[in-house]
Structures are given as C-alpha cells and as structure tokens.
C-alpha cells in the first residue's frame, strides 16, 4: 500500500505532523465498512483503505476539549514506532472527520479472547506475550510516556496471536502527569476519559493503589497494571472474580457493588486478585516478579527495563528444564503461610475426609530418611549453655462456634532428640482441612530437614513444601469430584423439532411445515408446539402441559428453571460448571448464569429461577 504524503502533512492546527504517515486522506482512499466496537469515547470500524484491511477509530467529538484530546494523541501516536505497538497507517485530521487508521488486528482484544473464546495459552506462549508487551512499555516509558490504560482489552492480537499495545486515550507524557492527574480527579472526582461509569470497575481492577488514592500516576502505575493483566493471563480469570478470592471482592463484581468498596479493599487492605498457581505453568520466580508488579510501594515495582531482563532470565531457565539440564530444582517464594482450604466447593467432600491422616503420609512418602537437626544443636554438651526443663499440656474447644477448625500438635524430644521439641497450632478458617493436613504433615516435613542450616530454614521450607502439598491434593481431588456433578434434564422442549410433537400436533388436525430453518406449526409459523393463548393454533397447539415426576434424593443438589434465552446458549453441563463457580446464593447463581448467557450473544430473553435443594453451609455461602 502506498498512501500519498500531501505536504504539508500536518494536522489542521498544525501541531501534529508526522515523515511517514499520511495525515490527509482522501475520501475516495478509504470505505467504512461495519462497527467492530463502541468504546466510551469512540467507534472502532472494519474498513478498507487503498484495497486493504483496516482498522479506523473515530472519537466521539462533542466539545472542544474533546477535539483537543484528539491532537494530542494524534501527536504522540505520530511519535511510536514499535513492533509491539498498534500500527497506525493514515490519520483523517481535518473537519468535519477526525479518524485514526490503524492496522487490522484480527486476533481482536486479548479480554476477548481469554474470557470470550477461553482460550488457554501454554507458558511459552505466556511468557513471549509478556516479554513483548514488557518491551512494548519499556520502549513507552522511554520516550517519556505513561500508557494509563493497560489492560488485557488493550492488547490487540494479530492472526499469529502477537500481542500489540493499544489504545492511548489516556496515555501521557510523564512531565505532563502531575497536572494532568489533579485535574482529571478535580471536577468529578472521578478520572475523565475513558474511566465512564460503566466502565468503572473493568478499569478500577487494573488500577494501582496510588491511582485509586487519587495521588499522582507514575510509570510504575503501568508496571502494576502489567502484573495484574499477567496474572490474568496466567490465571485465565478475570481479577476479583476467582472464587478463591477474598468474599469482599468477590461481590463487588457479582453484585455490583460500589467501586468504592473495591477501591477500599486494594488500597488500605493490600487486597490483590489471586496469584496464579504452579499448576499455570508458571516458575515460583515468575510469580514472584508478578508479586513486585503489584506491590503497594511503586517504588519496590520493577521497571519494565528489569522485567523484561527477568523474563529473558525465566525463559532461559524454562529452555534448560525442558532440556533436562537443571535437574528439578526449584526455588519457591511464598511469602504467606496463611492456612486456608482456597477451594470453594470442596465443603462437602473434605468434612468426609480425615486430612490429619493424608497430610501424615504426604510428609512420610515425600521425606527422606531422617537425620533430624543433628546440626542446630552442637552447642548441647556444653554445661554452661542454657538448656530449659520443660513439661507441656494443651487443651482446645469448640468455643461458641459450631464447628472446630482449630487443630495442634505436641511433639517433644522431636527424633529422640533431647532438646528438640515441636509444638504447634493451625488456626482453620473456611473449614478445618488445611488445618488438619498441615497438623499432619508439617512435623514429618519438619523432623525430615535436619539437614537444613537453622530451625528457621527448616520452618520456612516446612511451610512452603505443607502448602504445596495440600493444594495439589485438594486440586486432584477437586476435579474428582467436579466430576460426579451431572446434570439431569427434568423437562423437554416442546417445539415442531421434536419428532414427538410433531406428530402430536399433526394427530390434532394441526399443519406442520419446515419453513426457513426449522419445522414450524400453521400460518403464524410457530416453533412451540404448547402454548397458552394461539387461538387460530388450538387445539393442536394445546396449552395442555407435559407432565412428569422426578423423586429426588439426598444426591440432588439444586434445581434451575430458565427460558431459552438461557439454553439456547448455555448447556446443562454448562450449568452445573458455573455455578460450581458461583457463590452458593441462588439469587447470585441465577445471574451469574443470565448474564453468562447474555455474554454467549444470546438474542432473547432470559430469566433464570435457581432453588438449592439442601441447606448450604455458610463457608460455601460466603466463598
Ligand atoms: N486495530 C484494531 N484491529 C482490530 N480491532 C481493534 C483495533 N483497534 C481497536 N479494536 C477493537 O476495538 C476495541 C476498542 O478499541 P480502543 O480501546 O482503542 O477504543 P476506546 O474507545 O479507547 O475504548 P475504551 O472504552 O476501552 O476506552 C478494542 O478492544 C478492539 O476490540
Ligand atoms: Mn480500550
Ligand atoms: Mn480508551
């Protein structure tokens, strides 16, 4: 393609300018052709330009401020040139159409097609994404800039699935930020651009503390949003609405809640969206620079200067596992040993399993022969140091709760060792098995590391290895017993698909036809087969329903009443995944499915009933 450059190729204020890309189009060069997408300050279109494919962005321009905003894009995207950057081909600068044309990026956004298509990337894949958008942002702040905007909708994809950063509506140059920062907070409160309303918490969730504090947005501020849109990457859900995440946060999203309560629980409670797991694929080394992403201090965040150095480093050592050359050592960073059971939907199978047990074999089978701590002691012959006498007891209750998640061992004289003593206490909460696995596997992984360099070396690895450990169990076991959830159809539909009805209704004197692209019954051309009102249909399509009785048992968990705005585009099997994923309210668990539905492009109605058919404890409740 070769546009013609009519000099002078500068905007109308002449304030843009640009060597290569052709300002001034004429309208004979380009055609729109249909609406891909309809931001909050502008209309995306699919549009030829000079025989080929592209992209054109025209902003909604209603005042002159707006129009503003349009040259000082225009002149910063004048500026970029990068290969992981969205191309801009040809720019309209000239009343009355103002338009970008960008290059065509056939992969669509990167939200989409993690949440929409679901698709699933293997860690290379990941990984190469994150090093060119790392690169991407290091080449912006290099120039100066602050992309403000990052976010997996803001990554586009060509048909290679290469990631390209787009998007700079609210990009600006640092020495700019200051100013720009209090005015934008000053009239609303709020930030201007693209941060509308409805938009709010899809932008709020990638936004830095410092940013939700209103104070000032620095280069750093990328780099966070960089770690969360990562992790999502890796994690394949949208932040804040993992069910392993903090209560709060997840209704904040599911019963939209204010974007102040949000904001709240980042900004003063260090609330972030759940880690992704080694399960991802992920290296602990990886997961940890996610975690210096989005630390609370911008200043403890790297510069995307270091994490693509880093990177380039995790991938290096990716190619050498693959090639068999570093062995299985891994190092793990955890920086919590919180005891927490993270998965939601286990409250019926793990009160029927004794973890005590499994958490003590875990640590036997995986431990080597013991030689306990025979180096932390070498100080004990020697009379004059101190050596305690000690007796123990302990005692434990239920309290005023109704159930007991507390859980404690006592080991004393730890591998015969006379001062080498273990005692501990696991505190539960949403349920007791993280607890009781760790009662039982924590003192076996500990007695196993005398190998170690000091008790604190010991305790630390103990944790991290009890931690590792539990979840893998629980994760096996999870999907066990996802899958012995299975749907079952109470109903059918009655329509003249239905062979059935078909020759129900023809048996009633009523006409059945395939017309357009089904069968359909008389004139009116009706799919149904069972109505109330039709008149000029009765008595083929009768209002007489089916009816049928289903006995359930203790096995049948909840019962979901929808029309097919919902199944047309939502299976059974669907059903039962989704709510799997759900808090357990059922006024929550209807709209969590209506508005899957609606996300799948159903084109009808819906209404959803959901009726649980047994108390549900209140940890799943909340969870
Ligand atoms: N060059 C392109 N090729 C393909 N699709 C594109 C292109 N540019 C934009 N889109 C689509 O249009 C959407 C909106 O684009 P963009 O984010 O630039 O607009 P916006 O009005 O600033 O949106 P927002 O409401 O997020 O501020 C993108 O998420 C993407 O799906
Ligand atoms: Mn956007
Ligand atoms: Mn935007």
């Given amino acids: 393609m070769v546009l013609e450059i009519v000099e002078p190729n500068t905007c109308i204020r002449g304030c843009c300018h640009s060597h290569s890309i052709p300002l001034h189009l004429s309208s004979s060069s380009y055609t729109l052709l249909s609406p891909i997408a309809r931001g909050a300050e502008s209309v995306v279109w699919e549009a030829m330009l000079d025989g080929r494919k592209v992209a054109v962005k025209k902003p909604i321009l209603s005042t002159s401020d707006d129009l503003d905003k349009f040259h000082k894009e225009l002149k910063l995207l004048c500026k970029l040139d990068h290969p992981g950057i969205l191309k801009l081909l040809a720019v309209h600068a000239r009343p009355p159409n103002y338009m970008y044309f960008f290059e065509f990026y056939e992969g669509g956004n990167l939200a989409q097609k993690l949440h929409v298509e679901e698709w699933s990337l293997s860690i290379d894949q990941s990984l190469d994404m994150m090093v060119s958008l790392a690169k991407a942002l290091e080449y912006l702040h290099k120039l100066g800039i602050v992309h403000r905007d990052v976010k997996p909708a803001n990554i586009l ?53 410092e940013v939700l504090r209103k104070e000032i947005h620095t280069e750093k501020s990328d780099v966070y949003s960089f770690g969360v849109s990562v992790n999502e990457l890796l994690t394949g859900v949208v932040p804040y609405t993992d069910l392993r995440a903090e209560a709060q946060a997840h209704t904040v999203l599911e019963m939209n809640y204010t974007e102040q309560q949000l904001t709240g629980a980042v900004v003063s409670e260090g609330l972030r969206p759940v880690l992704a797991g080694l399960e991802s694929g992920a290296s602990a080394s990886l997961l940890s620079l996610i975690q210096r992403c989005w630390d609370a201090d911008p200043e403890n965040r790297p510069s995307f200067a270091d994490i693509v150095v880093e990177l380039a480093l995790i991938l290096e050592c990716e190619d050498r596992v693959k090639k068999g050359e570093a062995g299985s050592a891994k190092s793990l960073v955890f920086h919590e040993h919180v005891v927490t059971a993270n998965i939601q939907n286990i409250q019926s199978f793990k009160e029927s399993i004794n973890w005590f047990t499994y958490g003590k074999d875990f640590s036997e089978r995986a431990s080597l022969p013991s030689n306990a701590a025979s180096t932390w002691i070498d100080s004990s012959n020697d009379p004059s140091s101190y050596h305690p006498v000690l007796s123990w007891g302990s005692f434990s209750t239920c309290g005023r709760r109704e159930t007991m998640e507390d859980t404690h061992f006592l080991i004393p004289h730890v591998c015969n060792k006379k001062d080498i003593h273990l005692f501990g206490i696991f505190d539960g909460h949403r349920g007791a098995a993280a607890a009781e696995f760790c009662a039982g596997a924590l003192p076996g992984f ?36 996802a899958d012995l959830d299975v749907p079952y159809a109470l109903s059918r539909d009655h329509v003249a698909s239905c062979l059935e009805e078909r020759e129900r209704v023809v048996g009633a004197g009523g006409q059945v036809k395939w017309q357009v692209d089904t069968w359909r019954v008389g004139h009116a051309a009706l799919q149904v087969t069972r109505s109330i009102g039709d008149d000029d249909l009765k008595p083929a399509v009768t209002a007489e329903p089916e009816i049928t009785e289903t006995i359930l048992s203790m096995e049948d968990e909840y019962l979901v009443m929808a029309s097919d705005g919902l199944w047309d585009v939502v299976t059974n099997t669907d059903v039962v995944s989704i709510i799997r994923d759900t808090v357990k309210e059922p006024g929550m668990c209807s709209k969590r499915l209506a508005t899957e539905a609606a996300a799948r492009g159903s084109k009808d109605n819906i209404t959803v009933i959901v009726v649980f058919l047994r108390p549900v404890s209140t940890a799943e409740r909340i969870y």
């Fill in 157 to 209: 994809l060509d048909k290679h699935l290469r990631p390209y950063l787009a998007d700079f509506g609210l990009a600006e140059y640092k020495r700019d930020l200051k100013q720009v920062s209090t005015e934008n907070w000053k009239s609303s409160g709020k930030p201007t651009g693209g941060f509308h309303k409805k938009n709010m918490v899809g932008t709020l969730i990638y936004m830095a503390p």
């Fill in 446 to 481: 500990l007695q196993t590391l005398g190998s170690m360099s000091s008790p604190s070396h010991a305790l630390l690895d103990a944790f991290v290895k009890t931690d590792l450990a539990f979840r893998n169990e629980l994760d096996s076991r999870q999907q066990f017993y």
